[in-house]
């Protein structure tokens, strides 16, 4: 049989079959499309259009993960680094992965810019391919993913921006994450997987 990375599924009343497909999967359900995936720690179904389709059960988006939260003592690291680089108006690049089952943060060799934050390296055993968790910082901006950001995130892992963390202008940390499934997006709580600082708020949390 020919290698088939993509499966196109048809959701039906008895269930979904378990995820199968090497890449993802494509589901018609009676609220809409969606797009499945799974990887070593996570799984995922997210909406991709919503349109009610009379027939066909409905699919309830889902992230399902393997790991603990990433704990406040590393968010708050992050939030250090991030303010230090903001002061000299640059972005700064983070990444978060696991060992042994615990998170580790790491701060990879980087081209830091105004409008840009970019690792030197992307191939295969880099920091860029173990990371699960991939957040940038946004200086004294806001936490919204410009079209460059949108253009560079398009694996299946979660994507974080940070902004106005310039002490010197502006500051009011915040947070947005979002789940990436090869180029499409779902919004993502922060607290879903991070142990929050209090005083960083949440692009995507109800109490704002
Ligand atoms: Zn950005």
Not at 23 to 33: H, P, S, T, V
Request: aromatic residues 10%; contains cysteine; glycine residues 6%.
């Amino acid at each position: 049989m020919p290698f088939k990375p993509v499966n196109h599924i048809i959701a039906e009343a008895t269930g979904l079959p378990p995820i199968s497909a090497p890449l993802y999967e494509y589901i018609m359900a009676g609220n809409g499309l969606f797009i499945r995936a799974k990887r070593d720690v996570m799984s995922a179904t997210i909406p991709l259009c919503k349109h009610k389709i009379i027939g066909l059960p409905a699919v309830t988006p889902e992230l399902t993960t393997s790991f603990d939260k990433v704990p406040e003592e590393i968010m708050r690291r992050i939030l250090t680094v991030a303010e230090d680089t903001a002061k000299e108006g640059l972005e700064s690049l983070f990444y978060l992965w696991l060992k042994a089952g615990a998170w580790q943060l790491e701060i990879p060799p980087q081209i830091r810019a105004h409008k840009t934050v970019e690792p030197c390296e992307k191939g295969a055993g880099s920091p860029y391919e173990r990371a699960i968790i991939e957040i940038h910082s946004h200086h004294e901006w806001d936490d919204v993913f410009s079209d460059d950001d949108d253009r560079d995130e398009t694996g299946f892992r979660i994507y974080g921006v940070i902004g106005h963390v310039n002490p010197a202008r502006h500051y009011r940390p915040s947070i947005n994450l979002r789940l990436g499934v090869y180029g499409n997006w779902w919004p993502l709580p922060a607290a879903r997987v991070i142990e929050m600082p209090p005083w960083l708020r949440d692009r995507n949390s109800k109490e704002g």
